[in-house]
Nanobody, 124 residues
Framework: QVQLVESGGGLVQAGGSLRLSCAASGRTISDYVVGWFRQTPGKERKFVVGINRSGNTVSYTDSVKGRFTISRDNAKNAVYLQMNSLKPEDTAVYYC?????????????????WGQGTQVTVSS
């Protein structure tokens, strides 16, 4: 099975940018659909964006459209999340997750493998 490790989180001012990385090991990430999720204290984990195996299909939650960009580099066994124009409401722990590709929407994929998360804090 695949192991996932996120990195790139940190503290940034509103309007700033961060790039999160999700590095895979144990199995090639190209075998999986990959999603980014985020969670704030006391709230459920929410889907942010997903990308299919080939990278030609992506799906963003409305609140990040036009600001966040997901990409994958299967040769480097990694997936990235470029976050621009960050807002305080983007503050959360961000998780990457991997699942098997099906025929439905990326948000509906069963993501079986999860990283440990990376904290993103956006100050106003």
């Amino acid at each position: 099975q695949v192991q996932l490790v996120e990195s790139g989180g940190g503290l940034v001012q509103a309007g700033g940018s961060l790039r999160l990385s999700c590095a895979a090991s144990g199995r090639t990430i190209s075998d999986y659909v990959v999603g980014w999720f985020r969670q704030t204290p006391g709230k459920e984990r929410k889907f942010v964006v997903g990308i299919n195996r080939s990278g030609n299909t992506v799906s963003y939650t409305d609140s990040v459209k036009g600001r966040f960009t997901i990409s994958r580099d299967n040769a480097k066994n990694a997936v990235y999340l470029q976050m621009n124009s960050l807002k305080p409401e983007d503050t959360a722990v961000y998780y990457c997750a991997a699942g098997w590709e099906g025929y439905g929407r990326l948000i509906d994929v069963t993501y079986d493998y999860w990283g440990q998360g990376t904290q993103v804090t956006v100050s106003s």
